[in-house]
């Protein structure tokens, strides 16, 4: 069940009230306020890429556990983000902050990817993937600061340096991860994805063509 402060907290993240991150600092279920941002701003994302799915044929019941399991796998990614900003923010400033604290805010601060299924836009999708990472990180930098009394620029830095950390353990030790996060999704999907651009054109003009000659008979 969803907490009463659920959306009022998600609400002033996204419209960059700085009191949401103090109210989420003191609440005895933030850990679970944040999960469930998390999760659904996964949950969102996956729907935006349906398209793949689409394109791709998957069946109406393993389509809907792919969204499902989008929302986990996104939730693990951040995981890594969080997890990156935490040790960079320790590592750099000298300071001691807690766990909870920066998972907290990192989870709350995602509140604006909400809107990710907008994505599916047609001719707009990218420029609202730019805009909603951009308004992202503005909510990221100002919840940080509230959080962990940081300025707002050592919240930047925090920030984007626990980002280049997480690209950096991706490409190395990360790939296994990797490679297990894209073997569930092809399991779950029941089939090998195409996700690539000029894969999906082909799989495009082949069902094109089928369509029209199952048609024609």
């Known amino acids: 069940m969803v907490s009463t402060e659920f ?32 999760l659904l701003v996964g949950f969102s994302q996956a729907v935006g890429q349906g398209l793949i799915l689409f394109v791709n044929r998957v069946k109406p019941v393993r ?15 951040y995981g890594f983000w969080i997890v990156s900003t935490f040790w960079v923010s320790r590592f750099l400033f000298q ?27 047609p001719y707009f999708g990218v420029p609202i993937q730019i805009l909603l990472a951009l308004w992202t990180l503005l909510v990221f930098v100002q919840g ?27 490409r190395t030790i990360g790939r296994p991860i990797g490679a297990l ?13 195409v996700t690539d651009l000029q894969g999906i054109e082909t799989l495009l003009e082949t069902g094109l063509q089928s369509d029209a000659n199952y048609q024609g008979k």
């Open 63 to 77: 389509f809907a556990l792919s969204l499902c399991l989008g929302a986990i796998l996104f939730v693990f990614s």
């Open 144 to 170: 940080f600061s509230v959080a962990t009394g940081f300025g707002l620029w050592q919240a930047f830095i925090c920030g984007l340096l626990g980002w280049v950390f997480l690209q950096i353990l991706q």
């Open 181 to 193: 996060g894209s073997w569930l999704s092809n399991t779950t999907a029941g089939t090998h994805l």
């Open 7 to 38: 959306w009022p907290l998600v609400k002033g993240a996204m419209t960059f009230n700085a009191e949401s991150f103090q109210v989420m600092a003191d609440l005895p279920n933030a850990n679970h306020i944040a999960i469930l941002v998390l």
């Open 95 to 121: 300071q001691a902050l807690d766990f909870p604290t920066v998972y907290h805010t990192v989870g709350l601060a995602t509140a604006p990817q909400l809107l990710s299924f907008l994505i599916a836009l």
